[in-house]
């Protein structure tokens, strides 16, 4: 992890037992330290969020290779590409790119989370070609312009630790692109009407969206069932 850097033992010769035993002792300081933890929201029931077939590791999302076939990320799978996700989570998406790109780097604010990472890239053979940044999007200082950016609902967080401006938000991704580097966008999940729960979430996807279309060119922009009541916004778009 860049920022924060920890001494933690190498987990290259772990086993798959090994890894979960890791992954879980930084998940239970994580619901310790952090109140906002997602394992601690009511809809979690105390599952992890991100899910990873390739390790065994269930969460409550999709596994990352269901969400990479499901939403087209394949096309990212470049051999000399740098790509950056922005609140990388567990960092699963960040080791499952390495495999497939040149570098991958992930910025998460909870540096547990860039722990877990920073193990299952170990424990993958990837370490070498992964970066973890401990800190939120708005502090990150980019080491690199990147040809690829995923934010994967990590605008207008449930958590609430991410609150700046569309404007600032993806205006600052558009920095840190190449010329015609590319981003793709899921929203947070959301509900389309005023007096339901995760409305406010719909109001920021749009304007999320509103920006978007105003600094880059958009190549898809579609709308999907997010569990029973939900539904999320995708985006995928480019700097020109
Ligand atoms: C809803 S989760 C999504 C995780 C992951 N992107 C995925 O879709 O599987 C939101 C993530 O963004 C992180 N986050 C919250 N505020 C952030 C910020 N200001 N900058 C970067 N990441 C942030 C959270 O800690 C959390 O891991």
Redesign the pocket.
């Known amino acids: 992890m860049s920022k924060t850097s920890l001494s933690q033992p190498s987990s290259a010769s772990l086993s798959q037992e090994g890894l979960h035993a890791l992954i879980h002792r930084e998940l239970e300081t994580e619901q310790k330290t952090n109140p906002m933890s ?1 394992m601690k929201f009511a809809n979690a029931k105390g599952r992890p ?2 899910s990873y077939e390739r390790i065994g590791f269930e969460g409550l ?1 999709w596994s ?1 290779e269901k ?1 990479i076939r499901e939403y087209g990320l394949e096309r990212y799978f470049q051999p000399e590409s740098v790509v950056l ?5 567990y960092g ?2 960040v080791t499952e790119f390495a495999l497939h790109v040149k570098a991958a780097h992930g ?4 540096p547990e ?1 860039c722990r877990i990472g920073e193990y299952t890239a170990d424990y993958l053979g990837v370490r070498d070609k992964v970066r973890f940044f401990a ?4 502090d ?1 200082q980019a080491p690199c312009l990147y040809d690829t950016v ?5 605008f207008f ?3 609430k ?2 609150r ?1 401006s569309a404007e600032l938000f993806f205006g600052k991704i558009r920095d840190i692109l190449k010329p015609g580097g590319q981003l793709f966008y ?1 929203s ?1 999940s959301f509900q389309y009407r005023p007096e339901q729960e995760d409305y406010q979430h719909y109001v920021h996807a749009l304007e999320a969206a509103r920006v978007l279309e105003e600094l880059f060119t958009v190549d898809d922009r579609y709308e999907a069932p997010s569990g029973p009541e939900n539904h999320r916004l995708f985006m995928r778009c480019r700097k020109v």
């Open positions: 997602y969020y991100q999302r990352v969400r996700d922005i609140g990388s989570n699963f998406f910025v998460e604010p909870v989370l800190q939120k999007f708005e990150f995923f934010t994967l609902a990590s967080t449930s958590d630790n991410q700046s899921e947070t």
